[in-house]
């Protein structure tokens, strides 16, 4: 009969340390810095995809394609494909992605850190959902201060 004893040695034995100031800060920073970019990405792509529809909306709106052809948004659409080719539905989409981009990341971001906060005045743990109004007050918040920094 053979004893199996454990090597004492061998264990190991890992002491868990608080991070410090600086690292919570560098962690906070860098995923305010995600969010940041995660926002504006994705509103990029939200603009992008719906730039046709913005275009033709523009266009009817100003009159600037004319002719009898075009009275209808079918009819705004070919004329604008005829005239200007696919690309033309996505004209001056890059003036409206310099001004998406940052509106967004601002938006994206500053509404975490809302919830966040009205989460600690409600005293809300931190696994459970915001209340409807509250979260409906952290995405009014972060709107206006998108607003405030980008318009």
């Not at 004893?3 to 868990?16: H, P, Y």
């Not at 046709?52 to 659409?77: C, D, F, N, W």
């Not at 809300?124 to 209340?131: M, Q, R, V, Y």
Request: some cysteine; aromatic content about 4%; charged content about 20%.
């Amino acid at each position: 009969m053979t004893r199996s004893t454990k090597d004492e040695s061998s264990s190991s034995v890992q002491i868990r340390r608080r991070p410090t100031k600086a690292q919570v800060a560098s962690h906070n920073a860098a995923d305010m810095t995600r969010r940041m970019v995660c926002g504006g990405v994705a509103g990029m792509i939200a603009k992008t995809a719906t730039n046709p529809l913005e275009r033709i909306k523009m266009l009817s709106q100003t009159g600037e394609h004319g002719g009898a052809s075009t009275k209808s948004i079918v009819g705004l659409y070919r004329s604008i494909l005829q005239k200007e080719g696919v690309l033309g539905l996505w004209a001056g989409n890059g003036a409206n992605l310099l001004r998406v981009f940052p509106a967004k990341a601002v938006v994206f971001s500053t509404n975490d850190v809302y919830k966040s906060a009205l989460r600690n005045l409600a005293h809300t743990p931190p696994g459970e959902a915001l209340s409807g109004p509250l979260a409906f007050l952290a995405g009014g918040m972060a709107g206006m201060t998108a607003s405030a920094l980008t318009d």
